[in-house]
C-alpha cells in the first residue's frame, strides 16, 4: 500500500510540474514562435495595394508603383518603379520585410533580382473572377489581418453571386471592346475582362481570337457586326485618340448610337471595387436591351 502511495504521488507530482513548467513557458513566450506580422511591405502593383487597405493593412504598406492611386491614402505612399521596371535600389533602402508581386505586372528579370537579394515575396496571380476572395484571405494571412481580410473575401463572393444571379438568364447581346484606340486593340475569351462583360450576359464578338490581347482594323469591327461598343476612360500620360464611329453606320452598335462609356480603373484592376464596375456596365448594357 506504502509502495503504491508512493508511486501515484511521484507521477501525479511529476504531472503537475510538468503542467507547470508548461504555463510558465507560455506566459514567458517561450511557446512555439509564430510566424512574425510584416510591418514593412512594398506592393507591386496597385490591385495588392487596394485589397491590402481593403484588409486593414494600408499603413503597413511603405513603397508602391505609379497609378496605385486608389484609396486617397495610397497617393503619400513613396514609388519605386512601374510598369515599365522596379528600382531596386529603392526597394532595398525601404528595408521591407515582405514583398507582394503581381508577376503579370512586374518584369521578370526584376523578380528575379528582387529573389537573388533574398527578400521575402510572394506572389498575387488571380486568374478568375472568385480568385479575389482566395486572394484577400492569402493577404490577411500574411498581414496579420485574417478576421477583416475573411470578412471582406465573404462580402465580395457575396455580391458577385447577386451580380450573377440577377442576369443568369438574360438574353446575350454582342458587344466590342475597345480596349486601346490607336493602335486599335481588344480582347479575346482567356482575358480577365471577358469574364467581367459574361457576367452582364454580353458577347464577345472577338471571344475565339487566338491573341489574348489581339490588334486590329475597323473592317475586323464591320465584320464582327457589335451591337454595343464599351470604351473604357483610361488613365494616360497622353491623349488618347478619338475614333469616330458614326463614319460606319453598317456596325449596329454606330447605326443605333450604342456606346457605353466606362471608368477602367474599376474594369481592370483584380480588387473588390471591380464589383461596381461590372454593376456599372450591367445596367449601361441593359438599357440598350
Known amino acids: ?49 487596394e485589397m491590402l487597405f481593403d484588409i486593414g493593412a494600408g499603413e503597413q504598406i511603405v513603397g508602391t508603383v505609379e497609378y496605385a492611386d486608389f484609396p486617397d491614402a495610397a497617393l503619400k505612399i513613396p514609388r519605386i518603379g512601374g510598369y515599365h521596371g522596379i528600382q531596386i535600389e529603392k526597394v532595398l533602402e525601404l528595408k521591407p520585410d515582405l514583398v507582394i508581386v503581381w508577376r503579370s505586372g512586374s518584369k521578370d528579370s526584376d523578380i528575379e533580382q528582387m529573389e537573388k537579394m533574398g527578400l521575402n515575396i510572394i506572389y498575387s496571380q488571380p486568374h478568375k473572377i472568385e480568385d479575389v476572395a482566395m486572394e484577400l484571405r492569402k493577404l490577411g494571412k500574411y498581414t496579420g489581418h485574417e478576421t477583416q481580410a475573411e470578412m471582406v473575401a465573404n462580402r465580395y463572393l457575396q455580391r458577385l453571386k447577386k451580380l450573377r444571379h440577377q442576369h443568369e438568364n438574360i438574353a446575350p447581346i454582342k458587344v466590342f471592346y475597345q480596349l486601346w484606340p490607336n493602335p486599335m486593340r481588344t480582347i479575346n475569351k482567356e482575358t480577365w475582362i471577358n469574364q467581367l462583360i459574361e457576367v452582364c450576359q454580353g458577347q464577345n464578338v472577338f471571344a475565339d481570337n487566338p491573341t489574348p490581347y489581339p ?75
Open 215 to 289: 490588334q486590329i482594323g475597323i473592317e475586323n469591327v464591320i465584320v464582327a457586326q457589335p451591337e454595343i461598343i464599351i470604351l473604357p476612360d483610361e488613365k494616360s500620360n497622353k491623349e488618347q485618340p478619338i475614333i469616330n464611329w458614326y463614319k460606319w453606320p453598317e456596325i449596329p452598335a454606330a447605326k443605333h448610337n450604342r456606346f457605353i462609356r466606362i471608368n477602367a480603373d474599376l474594369m481592370h484592376r483584380f480588387s473588390t471595387r471591380m464589383l461596381d464596375g461590372i454593376e456599372d456596365m450591367c445596367k449601361k448594357i441593359d438599357a440598350f436591351r
Open 1 to 49: 500500500m506504502k509502495v503504491f502511495f508512493t508511486e501515484t504521488f511521484t507521477r501525479v507530482f511529476t504531472l503537475a510540474m510538468l503542467l507547470v513548467s508548461l504555463l510558465f513557458a507560455s506566459f514567458s513566450g517561450a511557446a512555439v514562435p509564430q510566424q512574425a506580422v510584416p510591418k514593412r511591405i512594398v506592393a507591386l502593383a496597385p490591385h495588392i495595394v
